[in-house]
């Protein structure tokens, strides 16, 4: 059984994508565009490894259910993080629990899911006030 890495074209989940590769594990990989996962194909894979990317939009429950059938282990990196959202609990905080929730209950309804693993990064605590600095945008932690 494949083992299911949610936002796998994300910074972390693209390093879960690799360490999974080089150590032999079938790896179904989520990205809501395909497009953006193209490098993941580049990636090393070791002798009895392999990886399949498939559209998955965690708002999209019929999606997130397609993508969870058959995998026995999930490791949830996806994340709605915009830099300079204008309303974080709308923006960000709203599609995350809604995302989640539908991952759990697609997890329920599979019946096969025998662990998750869900990841985070310090934008779950950084300012969503941002700044522009000469042509940079910064950010500063509360």
Known sequence: MAVLVTGAAGFIGS???AQLLQSGAQVRATVRNPKNA???NSLP???GASLQIVTMDLLDFASVRS???DCKDVIHCAASLPVGANDAQKDIVDPSIEGTSNLVKA???AGVVE???HTSSVAAIR???HEKRN???CCGLV
């Open 127 to 129: 300012s969503t006030s």
């Open 135 to 137: 042509n940079l945008f």
């Open 115 to 117: 662990r998750i693993i």
């Open 15 to 17: 390093h879960v994508v």
């Open 67 to 69: 993508a969870v059938s």
């Open 107 to 109: 997890l329920q309804q």
């Open 45 to 47: 894979v070791a002798n």
């Open 38 to 40: 193209i490098f993941l």
